[in-house]
């Protein structure tokens, strides 16, 4: 019989000799004045923040063998913790400036260090304030383009691109990703959850076709394996600056279900938690310049995207890889950002974790919200294959959201 020896989880009181006993991470920081906090609010994992007297900081994350939001009920592997390093290491080869200062993985306790960003905050809380962060979706659209290409056959040999594939298998989560995006919401599962008002518009989804579509954009997400993604990019994946005069627009961090899958998946889940601050800024009738920013963000990821993309073009190891190729890549590559844009802002208001753009509205604009979100993610879907540019997205969401 095999006996696992549990890893000790960190708590509050244990940081600091554990800090103490990393020489690495210690010479960063002052131990003896040092204040540590779990701040922690995603789904998954602990997070602490730990700041000395100097203002110096750093974080540490250590993965939980369990699913946070739900409990020891749902063990989940702390294994996931290698996949987020694994997201360090080739975004510190590729884009080192959208990401915190990665101090690395200690393997055996399963935690990462990183950079305290304690000066930025979570994007999609500054999208809830109705907050503009300038050049924010370009940063990220830049990100997803350099990380994209550099891991992929564009920019590795074939060969060492399935090495790379095999060693970024991430079987758990891109699991719950499958179920909690792909399958749940279209189905009777038991962890959905949706406002009584809400039971015809989420019952409509199953009807007319669009579980043909869902099928189609799953079937990618498992088989399309491109490029090492991050997996989990919504806003809540992204930190922006709380002040003016910082020179990199935004971050990104939660790699943990990093898997080498289809690159239009990051793009997609940005685009799809834009909705979800477009939807929610139309019905608390944020202004008009918000909105006009809110809806220009698709294009702002795309277009930074699209030109990282052809500037690394050049460098591509295979010539095969034409210039004619390329275009058509990319066109497929907007496709399906839609398709799985639209799924991912489905999936938070019928399936299991929910985003607070919308779950911290008053009852009544809870509702329009979700309304606005199901409605729009649906004709995104279906029509994705008609949307050539940004802009046709741009007035299809428009249409959908009753802006101008
Ligand atoms: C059980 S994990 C729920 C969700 O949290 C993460 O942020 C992912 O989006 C996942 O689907
Ligand atoms: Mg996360």
Request: hydrophobic share 45%; proline share 4%; charged share 20%.
């Given at each position: 019989?095999?006996?696992?020896?549990?890893?000790?989880?960190?708590?509050?009181?244990?940081?600091?000799?554990?800090?103490?006993?990393?020489?690495?991470?210690a010479?960063?920081?002052?131990?003896?004045?040092?204040?540590?906090?779990?701040?922690?609010?995603?789904?998954?994992?602990?997070?602490?923040?730990?700041?000395?007297?100097?203002?110096?900081?750093?974080v540490?994350?250590?993965?939980?063998?369990?699913?946070r939001?739900?409990?020891?009920?749902?063990?989940?592997?702390?294994?996931?913790?290698l996949a987020?390093?694994?997201?360090?290491?080739?975004?510190?080869?590729?884009?080192?400036?959208?990401?915190?200062?990665?101090?690395?993985?200690?393997?055996?306790?399963?935690?990462?260090?990183?950079?305290?960003?304690?000066?930025?905050?979570?994007?999609?809380?500054?999208?809830?304030?109705?907050?503009?962060?300038?050049?924010?979706?370009?940063?990220?659209?830049?990100?997803?383009?350099?990380?994209?290409?550099?891991?992929?056959?564009?920019?590795?040999?074939?060969?060492?691109?399935?090495?790379?594939?095999?060693?970024?298998?991430?079987?758990?989560?891109?699991?719950?990703?499958?179920d909690?995006?792909?399958?749940?919401?279209?189905?009777?599962?038991?962890d959905?959850?949706?406002?009584?008002?809400?039971?015809?518009?989420?019952?409509?989804?199953?009807?007319?076709?669009?579980?043909?579509?869902?099928?189609?954009?799953?079937?990618?997400?498992?088989?399309?394996?491109?490029?090492?993604?991050?997996?989990?990019?919504?806003?809540?994946?992204i930190?922006?600056p709380?002040s003016?005069?910082t020179?990199?627009?935004?971050?990104?961090?939660?790699?943990?279900?990093?898997?080498?899958?289809?690159?239009?998946?990051?793009?997609?889940?940005?685009?799809?938690?834009?909705?979800?601050?477009?939807?929610?800024?139309?019905?608390?009738?944020h202004s008009?310049?918000f909105?006009?920013?809110?809806a220009?963000?698709?294009?702002?990821?795309?277009?930074?995207?699209?030109?990282?993309?052809?500037?690394?073009?050049?460098?591509?190891?295979?010539?095969?890889?034409?210039?004619a190729?390329?275009?058509?890549?990319?066109?497929?590559?907007?496709?399906?950002?839609?398709?799985?844009?639209?799924?991912?802002?489905?999936r938070?208001?019928?399936?299991?974790?929910?985003?607070?753009?919308?779950?911290?509205?008053?009852?009544?604009?809870?509702?329009?919200?979700?309304?606005?979100?199901?409605t729009?993610?649906?004709?995104?879907?279906?029509?994705?294959?008609?949307?050539?540019?940004?802009?046709?997205?741009?007035?299809?969401t428009?249409?959908?959201?009753?802006?101008?």
């Open positions: 019989m095999t006996t696992v020896t549990p890893i000790p989880v960190l708590t509050v009181e244990s940081v600091p000799g554990y800090l103490a006993a990393r020489d690495d991470l010479a960063l920081i002052d131990l003896g004045s040092i204040t540590v906090r779990e701040i922690g609010d995603g789904n998954l994992n602990l997070v602490f923040v730990v700041q000395d007297a100097a203002g110096r900081g750093l540490l994350k250590q993965s939980l063998p369990y699913v939001m739900v409990g020891e009920s749902w063990p989940l592997s702390q294994d996931r913790i987020e390093a694994r997201g360090y290491d080739a975004a510190v080869a590729h884009s080192p400036d959208t990401i915190p200062t990665y101090h690395g993985l200690d393997h055996a306790r399963r935690i990462i260090a990183l950079e305290d960003l304690s000066g930025w905050t979570v994007w999609r809380r500054a999208l809830n304030d109705g907050l503009v962060a300038p050049g924010a979706a370009a940063a990220v659209g830049r990100h997803v383009a350099r990380v994209g290409f550099g891991t992929s056959a564009f920019a590795l040999s074939s060969d060492a691109v399935k090495l790379a594939t095999a060693g970024a298998i991430n079987v758990d989560l891109c699991k719950i990703t499958e909690l995006v792909f399958t749940q919401p279209y189905t009777d599962h038991p959905n959850a949706w406002v009584p008002e809400l039971d015809r518009d989420v019952l409509a989804l199953r009807e007319g076709g669009l579980v043909d579509e869902i099928a189609d954009l799953k079937h990618r997400f498992v088989t399309h394996a491109e490029a090492l993604v991050h997996g989990d990019l919504h806003t809540g994946s930190f922006v709380t003016a005069g020179s990199v627009p935004a971050k990104v961090f939660d790699l943990e279900f990093g898997f080498y899958g289809p690159i239009a998946f990051d793009l997609g889940a940005l685009f799809g938690n834009v909705l979800l601050a477009q939807s929610r800024a139309v019905v608390l009738e008009e310049e909105q006009s920013w809110l220009g963000l698709v294009r702002e990821a795309w277009e930074a995207f699209e030109q990282e993309f052809r500037a690394l073009w050049p460098t591509r190891v295979d010539p095969s890889y034409t210039d190729f390329l275009d058509r890549w990319l066109w497929q590559t907007f496709t399906d950002a839609i398709g799985f844009g639209g799924a991912k802002a489905i938070r208001i019928v399936g299991l974790a929910k985003a607070s753009d919308i779950e911290s509205l008053e009852p009544a604009e809870h509702v329009a919200a979700a309304r606005l979100v199901l729009t993610a649906r004709a995104w879907i279906e029509h994705r294959a008609e949307l050539d540019t940004p802009d046709d997205l741009a007035r299809l428009a249409d959908f959201l009753g802006r101008a």
